[in-house]
């Protein structure tokens, strides 16, 4: 009885879902930060695993706040991008960023794994943990973080990073 109950009350689920599935709205994006990293000597892995593992330390760079044109924050050296150029050659970012705030100086971890091309440009989602009052609300934001290198020059990439509106 109590079996026939659960399975008669998931037919009713999944009658009622099937009726009212629609996609859900495509997310929107604005534009929160922009600027350049500095990126260090480079190096690879070769042949490992899942093809080669990147060795990119990000020695330092500056994060514009857009809303307002003002610095926002400096990156710090010790961050880097340890991604893996798979075999295909598709590049899977796996980078970690300690960002200092202008406003008060406090930290923020960032985390951004993606996929794009390596030296080219890539497209990341960006986890963000702060302290900062300032800043907290980017806590429980969808951050992404698109990276584009200059044509032919691998040491100064422009990292915009948008949130999700
Ligand atoms: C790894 O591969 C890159 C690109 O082909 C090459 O420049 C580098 O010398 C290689 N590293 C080693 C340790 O073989
Ligand atoms: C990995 O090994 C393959 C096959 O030996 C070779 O063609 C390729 O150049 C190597 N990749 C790197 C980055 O060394
Ligand atoms: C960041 O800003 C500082 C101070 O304005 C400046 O000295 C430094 O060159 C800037 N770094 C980058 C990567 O723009
Ligand atoms: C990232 O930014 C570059 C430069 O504006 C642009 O060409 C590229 O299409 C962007 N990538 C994505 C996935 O939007």
New binding site residues.
Partial sequence: MRTFTVIASLAVFFAGAVQAITPAATPQFEALFV????VGDAATINNTTFGSRLYGPIT???LTDLASGQ?AG?VLAGSSDTGIISQSGIFFPDAVLSVRWEVDQKLAYLRATGVGEIFVSDLSYIHLETDSETYSALNSRFLLGNLTFFEGEQT?PVLTIYGAV
């Fill in positions: 600027g350049v990293l500095e330092g760079g500056n610095l400096t100064h």
